[in-house]
């Protein structure tokens, strides 16, 4: 199966919305503006970055070739110094079981999933989940 680059985000973004609800904190997505939540409770804000593409085969009897993507989702994970990291990679954990051994719909796969502790930021502790992922686009 192919997917567009639309078609891609929207399926990871998904996953994670589904996911990350069930924590109760606030997502900040793509197509939202970044500010932080009123008051001291954890919240979290995805990235997706283009990393790399390229042309996967020459056109066939169909005329049709293939173009993989790769790209990079980092979900960044703020909770309030004095919580302890145990919060923060509760929160983490939540994120990197959603991607772990999973494709979505379109065959987007994902794969080298870690969890990176960045350290203190102002008040907030941020510590970041990043996951590799590919797909192919069929044109």
Known sequence: MSATYEVAVDEMLDFLKAA??????????PDKPDEKPKGREPY????????DGEQRTLSGATGSQTWGRERLITVQVFTPIGNSLSESYSLCKVVSDVYEGTCTPSNVWFRNIRINEVGNKGEWQQTN???????DEIK
């Open 44 to 51: 979290g804000r995805v990235k997706v970055r283009h990393v």
């Open 20 to 29: 990350w609800d069930t924590t109760g904190h606030d997502m900040q997505y």
């Open 129 to 135: 989940v990043i996951i590799d992922f590919t797909y």
